[in-house]
């Protein structure tokens, strides 16, 4: 099994975090989108630093909101990304949380809430951008330039994600911590595989549950305000947590399973390193 880190957390250790992750083994280190004060606001542009700064493990966002912005911008920032370190970066996106219309007309420069396209809409417009693979009569059709982006994850909870990213052939996470208690994960990751189409980025589905963890330290109560703050999926002492993880890779029929450690705020560091250790990581060269 392969682990994951995915980080909430705040900007400043990002460095230290994603450099300890590398240093542990864990197979990618992704960023999600959250506006708060403390939080990463962009995680293309942070993480394109820091796979300019990493050894071996790929950097990406876990994820874009998409709701937010326009496909068309972030699939050249994410080009660029590509071209400028091939093979480094994913880019995961997801729909991002509902917002007031006055706060999502702030944030999309004015426009109008009610004027905005569906997210399905939008992520074929990214999906089409990222690969050239754009429908007959689409104007930007034979175009766009032909250097693909990097491969395009989508992150979700529910079926209609989960058949929209098996049709179009990117990669699927299913994010446990956001999903409702009595939502079945593995049938829908079936649903995944069962509408999956092969694609020149995804030759076979590739399927990730991401799962929050609180272990040690991380045990003690977050402000319910906190941004970012999810409830941990698993929770105990690490060498407990490991075990659970290879028992949810089971459940789900996964290869690899993307952990969130700073769901409470707390430092990591330790805990990052001992999780790797008790689930097995090859460690990689110190890449400082």
Same mark, same amino acid.
Not at 54 to 76: N, Q, T
């Given at each position: ?51 300019? %700064?990493?050894?071996? &493990? ?21 080009? $660029? &990304? ?11 996106? !997801? /729909?991002?949380? !509902?917002?007031? #219309? ?27 951008? $990222? %690969? ?9 059709? =034979?175009?766009?330039?032909? +250097?693909?982006? #990097?491969?395009? @994850?989508?992150?979700? %909870?529910? +079926? ?6 098996? /049709?179009?052939? !990117? ?11 009595? *939502? ?6 079936? +649903?995944?595989? =069962? ?41 105990? #002492? ?12 089971? *459940? ?9 450690? *700073?769901?409470?705020?707390? @430092? ?21």
């Amino acid at each position: 099994m392969d682990l994951s880190i995915l980080d909430f957390g705040n900007i400043g250790d990002a460095v230290d975090l994603m450099t300890e992750a590398d240093r542990s083994g864990y197979r990618r280190y992704w960023l999600g989108e959250h506006h708060s004060e403390w939080q990463c606001g962009n995680p293309l542009l942070l993480g394109a630093l820091l796979a300019a %700064t990493s050894d071996g &493990i790929r950097v990406g966002s876990g994820g874009v909101c998409l709701d937010y912005h326009s496909p068309y911008r972030v699939a050249e920032d994410a080009r $660029l &990304i590509e071209f400028m370190l091939p093979g480094r970066f994913d880019l995961g996106v !997801t /729909r991002g949380l !509902t917002l007031a #219309p006055e706060l999502r007309e702030a944030m999309l420069d004015g426009r109008p809430a009610d004027t905005l396209r569906s997210h399905s809409e939008k992520l074929a417009d990214l999906h089409g951008f $990222l %690969t050239g693979r754009l429908p007959a009569g689409h104007p930007l059709a =034979q175009k766009l330039p032909l +250097e693909p982006g #990097p491969p395009m @994850w989508v992150l979700g %909870t529910g +079926e209609e994600a989960a058949r929209w990213a098996g /049709r179009h052939g !990117t990669g699927f996470c299913f994010s446990l911590h956001h999903a409702p208690a009595e *939502r079945d994960g593995p049938a829908i990751l079936g +649903e995944y595989r =069962q509408a999956f189409v092969p694609s020149p980025e995804f030759p076979e589905p590739a399927a990730i549950v991401m799962v929050s963890m609180a272990s040690g330290t991380a045990l003690g109560e977050a402000p319910a305000h906190a941004p970012g703050v999810v409830k941990p999926v698993i929770e105990g #002492p690490v060498a407990e947590c490991a075990a659970k993880l290879a028992e949810i890779a089971r *459940r789900f029929a996964v290869d690899e399973v993307m952990v969130l450690l *700073r769901s409470y705020g707390e @430092w990591p560091f330790e805990t990052c390193r001992a999780l790797a250790e008790q689930a097995g990581l090859t460690p990689r060269a110190d890449p400082r």
